[in-house]
C-alpha cells in the first residue's frame, strides 16, 4: 500500500500552529525547539534556524530529503534535524518530531531523573514512560546515540540530559499532544514529590492499563513492563519493553517519617503539611496533658 502524501500547504500552516503553541506554552525560548514532518517517503518539511517558533510564517519552512540536503526554502535548516532524521530512520511509523525546551520536563533531564513512575493513569494508557537518554551535543550523531542503540524502539518521548524533551508520532499534532502530556506529568510528579512523594500505582494496576489501550485504539511501540516483571508477549522480541515503576503492591508513599538510614539521626525526614499538623497536634495534647496531670 502506497504511502500517503500530506499536503504541503497545509502542513506549513499546521507547524505554525504548533509553533506558537509551544511557545505560548513557554516550551521554548528565544529560537530554541524544532518541529519537522515527513511530507512523503523523500521529503521532509521542516522549521528553520534561528527564528522564534513564536513568530513563524509558512514561507520560512525549509523542505530537506533524506540525506539533509535543501531542496526548497529561502531559510537555513536547524542542524539538529540530524536528529529528526535518525528518528524517520528508525521508525517507518513516525511522521512527525518536535522537540522542545519545556521547563518542567527539561528540569528532570537535567537533574538526571526519567518520568517512569507508574502515577497516572492517563499517561500510561497514552504515553507509557519517558525515559532519560544519556546527554549529546546538540546537532552531532551523539545527541541521538542512546536513544537510537535503546529506546527507539519502545518509547515515543524522551527526555534528553542536559536538553530537552522530543516527541514522535505518526502526525504532527500527535507529536505535539506528546509533548503537552510529558510536560503535564511532569508538572504533577514534580508537586507530588514536594508534597512527599508519589504514590505508585501497583504492578497489576500496569496491566490492567495496558489492556485498555485496545480499548481506546491507542497504538503503542512496545508493551509495558513494570519493573521488568512483566515479560511482553511471545511474538515481541524479549528486549522489547517499556519499563514503569510499579511496586508488587499498591500505597509505595510508604511511611515518610522513617529516614532513608535509619541508624542516620542526622538524615532527612520528609512530612506532608498534614503529617506535620497532626505532630503538632499531639505534641500540643501532650503538653496539656502534662500540665493537668
Sequence with gaps: ?????????????????????????????????NISVR??????????????????????????????????????????LKMHRAFYDARPDVRSVCHAHPIVATGFAVAGI??????LPEVVITLGSVPLAKYGVPGS??????????????????????????TIGPTLMNAYY???TVEHFAKISLVARLLGGENVLAREEVTRLQELRGTYGITAPAPICADGSTAPPSDQDPATCQIIQSPASPGTGGARLIPTDPTDLDGEIRLSY????????????ALLGGQHG
Design 178 to 180: 506528546k509533548m503537552e
Design 1 to 33: 500500500m502506497a504511502e500517503e502524501i500530506f499536503n504541503e500547504r497545509a502542513m506549513r500552516e499546521e507547524i505554525c500552529d504548533i509553533g506558537r503553541r509551544i511557545w505560548q506554552r513557554e516550551y521554548v525560548a528565544a529560537n530554541d525547539g
Design 39 to 80: 511530507l512523503s517517503e523523500r521529503e521532509i518539511l521542516a522549521t528553520p534556524t534561528g527564528v522564534s517558533k513564536g513568530f513563524l510564517t509558512p514561507d520560512m519552512m525549509v523542505v530537506i530529503d533524506r540525506q539533509g540536503n535543501k531542496l526548497r526554502g529561502h531559510m537555513k535548516p536547524s542542524s539538529e
Design 274 to 285: 498534614r503529617e506535620l499538623t497532626a505532630l503538632i497536634e499531639d505534641a500540643v495534647k
Design 114 to 119: 526519567g518520568l517512569d513512575r507508574c502515577t
Design 141 to 166: 550523531d551523539e545527541l541521538t546515540q542512546d536513544i537510537m542503540e535503546n529506546y527507539v524502539k519502545d518509547f515515543d518521548a524522551f527526555l534528553l540530559a542536559n536538553h530537552g524533551v522530543v
